[in-house]
């Protein structure tokens, strides 16, 4: 049974940083895992923020975060996303997903929901 645990949110005024982790256990390692993160602001849909084939070969952005994210693996078991120069409209609860390999994900494409078979419980990112 793998288990996402999620860390890092907090409150940040606009321009500040913060640096989110994810911690995968009962995860059996192998190479082409895709691990995400979304997030889902108060009333709206959730959205692929950015993505990482495991061993870090390809990465997704999302349009409004690019050139300011950085998604990483600390560990085998240690998604990183690092937050930079954060805005009000990036507000929202942030969530890590691990899934299969799959062409998407690969590619450095965005991977819907779907692809992701396990979630963590989420991260509250709040700016201001």
């Known amino acids: 049974h793998v288990q996402l645990v999620e860390s890092g949110g907090g409150s940040v005024q606009t321009g500040g940083s913060l640096r989110l982790s994810c911690a995968a256990s009962g995860y059996r390692h192998s190479s082409g895992v895709c691990a995400g993160w979304f997030r889902q602001a108060p009333g709206k849909g959730r959205e692929g923020v950015a993505s990482i084939r495991d061993g870090g070969a390809t990465t997704y952005y999302a349009r409004s975060v690019k050139g300011r994210f950085t998604i990483s693996q600390e560990n085998a078991s240690t998604l990183i996303l690092q937050m930079n120069s954060l805005k009000p409209e990036d507000t929202a609860m942030y969530y890590c997903?691990?899934?299969?390999?799959?062409?998407?994900?690969?590619?450095?494409?965005?991977?819907?929901?779907?692809?992701?078979?396990?979630w963590g419980q989420g991260t509250q990112v709040t700016v201001s």
């Open positions: 997903a691990y899934g299969p390999p799959n062409p998407r994900c690969s590619g450095g494409y965005a991977a819907p929901e779907d692809d992701y078979h396990d």
